[in-house]
Nanobody, 121 residues
Framework: QVQLVESGGGLVQAGRSLTLSCVAS????????MAWYRQAPGKQRELVAT???????GYSDFVKGRFTISRDNAKNTVYLQMNSLRPEDTFVYYC???????????????WGQGTQVTVSS
């Protein structure tokens, strides 16, 4: 199986920065897209940023210019650098990866357990 473990969340004042990390481990053959999503209680999970294994990134409009996604393929790790944080960025942030595991022909979607980011005004 595959585990995604996020770290780096916490409480921060508006205008400050945080960097989230997510490490994938387990029976990994290859990793395709990796991404960050966020979710508020009772709301749908929404895409924040995504990156292909070739390094092509995409962002939702509400974080463009403030957040940067990056990844280290050798470490099976994806990062989210969050600058100029706002109170409305307060969510649980989830890591996502599309992974081909050893012994499986098709790739599958895996999720981390989530990390809370709280931005105070």
């Amino acid at each position: 199986q595959v585990q995604l473990v996020e770290s780096g969340g916490g409480l921060v004042q508006a205008g400050r920065s945080l960097t989230l990390s997510c490490v994938a481990s387990g029976s990994i053959s290859s990793i395709g897209d990796m991404a960050w999503y966020r979710q508020a209680p009772g709301k749908q999970r929404e895409l924040v940023a995504t990156m292909t294994n070739a390094g092509s990134a995409g962002y939702s409009d509400f974080v463009k210019g403030r957040f940067t996604i990056s990844r280290d393929n050798a470490k099976n790790t994806v990062y989210l650098q969050m600058n100029s944080l706002r109170p409305e960025d307060t969510f649980v942030y989830y890591c996502y990866a599309n992974v081909r595991t050893r012994g499986w022909f098709a790739s599958r979607d895996f999720w981390g357990q989530g990390t809370q980011v709280t931005v105070s005004s």
